[in-house]
């Protein structure tokens, strides 16, 4: 049992919480195998989840379906908190937790509700003003941009945007592509580590190295890659990085993330702000006074980082890109298909994008929902018009080859049928 398990038991009264024993016995049942392609090891993982077998959920991009010991953390709590005892969680298990799940340092994690949250919460807590410029890109989601948007146009700075390469190609030329819409006039660049367009990484350390030698505020939207890649934030470098654990991390909706960097956690403008926000002694711990907040959702997270961590991040992430792997080659097999996605392995991850040449993505979506209650994501942004699907621990090959014969069978016949 992890120290953050033990911790929290007792923190909680133990008898009455069933989850962190849930996850022992998961963390026992994997303790060997687990090999990207070891059914029998990912047919144990499936088994966690409520996941109907009929239904084929492709879109964790959107959101991640929690494990039951996530559900029943968030239980547990509930209904501790309903029978007047005050469970609480222990702030420092859950960063110390998350921290060994995505690197950093434990104390510099804020908890807000989501990645929008947390971009706002940046874009509201630096001093920007008039002949500041912050530069993003066309790949960002409402969620990372709009914060920008609004706090630019608010204090008479501007925003220029960069226009990505589809599919990219290298990772220097998309550092470069990025890097050239930066002026002596940018403050910040905000940026998405994974875009959720077409899934493509993009190089965030060697930017966040460019951004520290111009004396450049980075500020990622990294909704999607912690839970589906192994990151450290340590490493990757950069001033802020914000999450939405409710999706890679399989955590319960509304539970996001933010990293400080070093030198932000004394130094960011809280945009909520209760006892404590000027008492700088905090650190980044200053900003997680938000009032009255749902403890179920931390707990939920702390379970979710528990349950992530007995798989382990490098298993996950060699399964994540295994079933992918299947999913891109197929498609890129059928007649017609026109994949939106890098294909060197370094830019991308678990998630694909393409279209279907005549076949609009939401009808070919509406089909796939239909005919196989299969779950997927237009990207109907900027007018891209793209159909995403994505691949986590729960899925199965048998699932991507099922979906891969009905694209398939469209792309002969068309939707008539
Ligand atoms: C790249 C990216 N950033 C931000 C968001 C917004 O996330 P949330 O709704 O959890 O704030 C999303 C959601 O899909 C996303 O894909």
Redesign the pocket.
């Known amino acids: 049992m992890t120290l953050g398990r033990r911790r929290f038991l007792s923190l909680v009264g133990g008898a009455s919480l069933a989850w962190p024993k849930a996850v022992d016995a998961i963390q026992r049942e994997l303790a060997s195998g687990g090999a990207q392609d070891d059914e029998a090891f990912w047919s144990l993982v499936r088994r966690q989840f409520s996941i109907p077998p009929d239904r084929i959920y492709l879109n964790n ?3 991640g379906p929690s494990p039951r010991v996530v559900v029943d953390a968030v239980t547990e709590h509930t209904r501790l908190v309903a029978s007047t005892y005050p469970p609480g969680v222990s702030w420092d298990d859950l960063k110390a937790s998350v921290a060994a799940l995505v690197g950093g340092e434990p104390e510099g994690f804020v908890f807000p ?7 706002s919460f940046v874009a509201n807590g630096l001093d920007i003003g008039p002949g500041d410029d912050v530069v993003s890109t066309d790949h ?6 709009e914060p920008w948007k609004s706090v630019t146009a608010r204090r008479g700075a501007s925003l220029t945007i960069a226009s990505l390469p589809v599919p990219a190609a290298d990772a220097g030329s998309l550092a470069d592509t990025v890097w050239s819409t930066v002026s002596p006039s940018t403050r910040v660049l905000a940026v ?5 367009t077409t899934g493509t990484v993009l190089p965030i350390a060697e930017l966040a190295r460019r951004c520290a030698s111009a004396g450049v505020i980075l500020c990622v ?4 890659p912690p839970g589906m890649l192994s990151v450290d934030l340590a490493r990757l470098g950069g001033d802020f990085y ?3 654990p ?2 890679w991390m399989l955590a319960p909706q ?1 539970t ?1 993330l933010l990293y400080l960097s070093e030198r932000w956690r004394e130094a960011l403008w809280p945009t909520l702000a209760s006892g404590g926000w000027d008492d700088r002694s905090l650190g980044a711990h200053r900003l997680n006074h938000m009032g009255t907040i749902d403890e179920s959702r931390p707990a939920g997270l702390l379970a979710a980082s528990e349950f992530l961590q007995a798989i382990g991040a490098e298993r996950i992430e060699a399964r994540t890109r295994y079933l992918r792997g299947l999913l891109e080659n197929g498609l890129r097999s059928i007649p017609g298909v026109d994949v939106t996605s890098p294909e060197a392995e370094g830019l991308k991850g678990a998630m694909v994008s393409f279209s279907l040449n005549g076949v609009e993505s939401a009808e070919l979506q509406r089909h796939l929902s239909r005919v196989a209650s299969i779950r997927t994501r237009v990207i109907g942004e900027y007018a891209y018009g793209w159909m995403r699907l994505s691949t986590h621990i729960y899925n199965t090959p048998a699932e991507i080859e099922y979906a891969l014969d009905l694209v398939d069978e469209v792309s002969r016949n068309g939707l008539s049928g």
């Open positions: 991009g959107t959101l509700r989501n990645t929008t949250e947390a971009v960002e989601h409402i969620g990372g941009l998405s580590h994974m875009t959720f939207d990294g909704a999607h914000a999450s939405s409710h999706k509304g996001g």
